[in-house]
């Protein structure tokens, strides 16, 4: 077909109009979509932060590699039980994302506890530790297994005897606690514990770089789900560093509960603080790795995220989640995973013939 000067005038004229009407409301939809992830980001760095690249310090028990060494071998070690069956990794497993995958974990005996164990993992930035906040640091927390009855039903005596007469011992708490006396203690052996619990937090999950201004780092749905978090109100209890592990709530805020869910004779921090108001409340967990965590709750019952979600919709929030919502909170959970310790299983020195034997 011939086409004349004029014709060809008119068509390009059509297609550069074409262009400028295609083209103005695609950039005015990429700068709202630009403008609506920015405010996105702001809202969410005026409420978390990201886990930091090093450990941090802890007051008044300097870290040092001789320390971190020692602890980690403490960590591992089972002789700190009375059974030498269970260490701390066993119910805190650095495979596991800190914790044993089970509902409630099994003491000495075959003991159950009362509550599932909560992660290790970034425990070093909450406010206090246990379910309960009984104990105030990560020092505190690591002697409390050690000595409880149901756990690992070590006096803290007998710790400090079973370890003096592990010889090869002498030259690492030598190293990690230099000019004491008789550095074998159960108190340096908690301090060695908790410095090397420091260590185990888990930087770059997603949402850190999302933070740090990465505005990609986060997918559309993990993006949606992190504006529903705080649109119904989830960051209210769970925000911060660790997304969570700032403050205690009861559960059932709003809606209690069943008895599976909450046992009605474990009543929280309220065995600590003997305050009405804190019946059945316990400290927020973090909700850092949450989805390699499970089962989930202080009493471990539920096992899917999703069913996790739900519940706290309707006990915490007063507000009925739709599948839609949940899988999209979900997937924003799914960002708080970060890089995993990569821990080096310690060779433990021998027991010999004059160590103090497990008990039955």
Request: charged letters at 15%.
């Given at each position: 077909?011939?086409?004349?000067?004029?014709?060809?005038?008119?068509?390009?004229?059509?297609?550069?109009?074409?262009?400028?009407?295609?083209?103005?409301?695609?950039?005015?939809?990429?700068?709202?979509?630009?403008?609506?992830?920015?405010?996105?980001?702001?809202?969410?760095?005026?409420?978390?932060?990201?886990?930091?690249?090093?450990?941090?310090s802890?007051?008044?028990?300097m870290?040092?590699?001789?320390?971190?060494?020692?602890?980690?071998?403490l960590?591992?070690?089972?002789?700190?039980?009375?059974?030498?069956?269970?260490?701390?990794?066993?119910?805190?497993?650095?495979?596991?994302?800190?914790t044993?995958a089970?509902?409630?974990?099994?003491?000495?005996?075959?003991?159950?506890?009362?509550?599932?164990?909560?992660?290790?993992?970034?425990?070093?930035?909450?406010?206090?530790?246990?379910?309960?906040?009984?104990?105030?640091?990560?020092?505190?927390?690591a002697g409390?297994?050690?000595?409880?009855?149901?756990?690992?039903?070590?006096?803290?005596?007998?710790?400090?005897?079973?370890?003096r007469?592990?010889?090869?011992?002498?030259?690492?708490?030598?190293?990690?606690?230099?000019?004491?006396?008789?550095?074998?203690?159960?108190?340096?052996?908690?301090?060695?514990?908790?410095?090397?619990?420091?260590?185990?937090?888990?930087?770059?999950?997603?949402?850190?770089?999302?933070?740090?201004?990465?505005?990609?780092?986060?997918?559309?749905?993990?993006?949606?789900?992190?504006?529903?978090?705080?649109?119904?109100?989830?960051?209210?209890?769970?925000?911060?560093?660790n997304?969570?592990?700032?403050?205690?709530?009861?559960?059932?805020?709003?809606?209690?509960?069943?008895?599976?869910?909450?046992?009605?004779?474990?009543?929280?921090?309220?065995?600590?603080?003997?305050?009405?108001?804190?019946?059945?409340?316990?400290?927020?967990?973090?909700?850092?790795?949450?989805?390699?965590?499970?089962?989930y709750?202080?009493?471990?019952?539920?096992?899917?995220?999703?069913?996790?979600?739900?519940?706290?919709?309707t006990?915490?929030?007063?507000?009925?989640?739709?599948?839609?919502?949940?899988?999209?909170?979900?997937?924003?959970?799914g960002?708080?995973?970060?890089?995993?310790?990569r821990?080096?299983?310690?060779?433990?020195p021998p027991?010999?013939g004059?160590?103090?034997?497990?008990?039955?």
């Amino acid at each position: 077909m011939f086409v004349g000067k004029r014709n060809i005038r008119r068509l390009i004229a059509c297609a550069l109009l074409g262009s400028s009407i295609l083209t103005v409301p695609l950039g005015a939809s990429l700068a709202a979509s630009n403008g609506a992830q920015k405010d996105l980001l702001n809202r969410a760095q005026a409420l978390f932060r990201p886990i930091p690249q090093k450990p941090p310090s802890l007051p008044g028990n300097m870290s040092t590699p001789q320390k971190v060494t020692l602890g980690r071998m403490l960590f591992f070690d089972p002789r700190l039980s009375a059974s030498h069956v269970i260490s701390c990794n066993s119910c805190h497993n650095i495979g596991l994302g800190g914790t044993d995958a089970e509902p409630t974990s099994v003491g000495h005996r075959w003991q159950h506890g009362l509550r599932n164990a909560p992660t290790v993992f970034n425990a070093v930035f909450d406010k206090a530790q246990f379910w309960d906040g009984r104990a105030k640091d990560l020092e505190q927390q690591a002697g409390g297994p050690i000595v409880n009855p149901v756990e690992m039903a070590s006096p803290a005596a007998h710790v400090a005897e079973e370890l003096r007469a592990i010889p090869g011992y002498q030259s690492y708490f030598a190293a990690a606690f230099p000019g004491e006396r008789s550095p074998i203690t159960f108190a340096n052996v908690r301090k060695a514990i908790a410095v090397f619990e420091a260590t185990l937090i888990t930087p770059n999950a997603p949402f850190d770089l999302f933070l740090r201004g990465h505005r990609n780092a986060l997918t559309k749905d993990q993006r949606e789900g992190l504006a529903l978090f705080m649109d119904k109100g989830c960051s209210g209890c769970h925000s911060g560093i660790n997304i969570g592990g700032e403050m205690y709530a009861p559960f059932g805020l709003v809606t209690k509960p069943n008895a599976r869910l909450l046992p009605p004779g474990d009543k929280g921090r309220y065995a600590i603080t003997k305050l009405a108001s804190d019946q059945y409340a316990f400290k927020v967990p973090s909700l850092r790795n949450v989805e390699l965590t499970a089962p989930y709750f202080h009493s471990g019952q539920i096992w899917d995220l999703n069913e996790a979600v739900t519940v706290m919709g309707t006990t915490q929030l007063g507000v009925k989640l739709n599948a839609a919502e949940v899988g999209k909170i979900v997937s924003f959970l799914g960002s708080l995973t970060g890089d995993q310790p990569r821990i080096v299983y310690p060779i433990l020195p021998p027991s010999v013939g004059f160590t103090p034997q497990p008990q039955p």
